[in-house]
């Protein structure tokens, strides 16, 4: 007597020609979104934490100012004084008038400073800040 | 015979294909950073130079005058309180003022020193913003039973109008420097 498997007469293996086009599609995907880190950041900061948050939506608008330990004081790639704030960024809101200035300041930094910063911008006619905040869990 | 046949088909193999792209794949999932940027917005008020500064009387029933100093203990309208208060303390009083017009609602002012740590300061903010967008959130669901960020635009801005965010940072002192 011979054994044999019933088996369906259709194929069993998974057509792997389109497997590519989907890998991509992922692919595309991401090479879209990313953003590629484009500045060093040279202080060392934490951020604070907060619940009331809000997202930025525009991300072409965002002009970062990085304030760290030791009030360093970073603007695009270098460290800048604060003597410096009002010049850069009464540029970068001719280039971009619109624009937000995220400020990404350590939690233990003094308010003397933040002020000092938050006057220089208002000479610079930058008016729309953010305190770069994590969301508290 | 039969290698003579196949020659003639010049093909490119594919079958790798897949791997070429799962590398290139793996190199953007590793190199994508999807930072949202959030934060606590504000908007500044114009730059005017010391000398031009006008000094305008506010009704005292429209301050709410938050100081925070340089132990990060708080004062509210004079009085001591936590840190953590600040927000219930603040929504009956912004809920007070929601049927009032425009120039009589809560004005929330902000002082610190100089030596006040960055992170006390973000802390009062927080709970001011909260405090005005639950306050925002029961308006919202009383008057169309939805919560504010769910309402259309036009609801949104008749809600902003309601509860308006009025944040003053008062002009630093420099006695302290």
Redesign the interface.
């Known amino acids: 007597m011979k054994f044999e498997k019933k088996r369906a007469s259709t194929k069993q293996d998974i057509p792997?020609a389109s497997?590519?086009d989907i890998?991509?599609m992922?692919?595309l995907f991401?090479?879209v979104?990313?953003?590629?880190?484009e500045v060093e950041i040279l202080v060392d900061y934490k951020l604070?934490s907060?619940?009331?948050?809000?997202?930025?939506e525009n991300?072409r608008l965002?002009s970062y100012i990085w304030v760290g330990k030791g009030d360093r004081m970073q603007i695009n790639d270098s460290i800048v004084k604060l003597n410096q704030v009002q010049d850069i960024m009464y540029k970068k809101r001719q280039a971009l008038p619109n624009v937000?200035v995220?400020?990404r300041?350590?939690?233990?930094?003094?308010?003397?400073l933040?002020?000092?910063i938050?006057?220089e911008?208002?000479?610079a006619?930058?008016?729309?800040?953010?305190?770069?905040?994590?969301?508290k869990i | 015979m039969l290698r003579k046949k196949r020659s003639h088909e010049a093909a490119i193999p594919t079958s790798s294909m897949a791997d070429i792209a799962f590398l290139l794949l793996i190199f953007f999932l590793v190199a994508t950073v999807i930072d949202v940027d959030t934060g606590i917005g504000l908007t500044l008020p114009e730059y005017i130079p010391p000398d031009e500064i006008e000094e305008v009387k506010v009704d005292p029933d429209r301050m709410a005058a938050i100081l925070i100093n340089e132990t990060g203990d708080v004062l509210l309208d004079g009085k001591p309180i936590s840190l953590f208060q600040i927000k219930n303390t603040l929504k009956p009083r912004i809920q007070s003022k929601i049927g009032l017009p425009k120039n009589k609602k809560l004005i929330v002012s902000v002082k610190t020193d100089r030596k006040t740590r960055y992170n006390a300061y973000i802390q009062a903010l927080d709970q001011i913003k909260l405090a005005y967008f639950e306050v925002r959130n029961e308006y919202s669901r009383s008057k169309f039973g939805a919560k504010f960020d769910d309402l259309n635009e036009d609801a949104q801005n008749e809600v902003k109008d309601a509860v308006p965010i009025i944040i003053s940072l008062a002009e630093p002192e420099y006695v302290k420097k």
């Open positions: 792997t497997l590519p890998i991509f992922l692919l991401f090479m979104t990313t953003t590629m880190r604070p907060a619940q009331a948050l809000e997202k930025i991300k965002i937000i995220s400020l300041i350590d939690v233990g930094t003094d308010m003397g933040v002020t000092d938050q006057q911008l208002r000479k006619y930058c008016l729309r800040i953010n305190y770069s905040a994590n969301i």
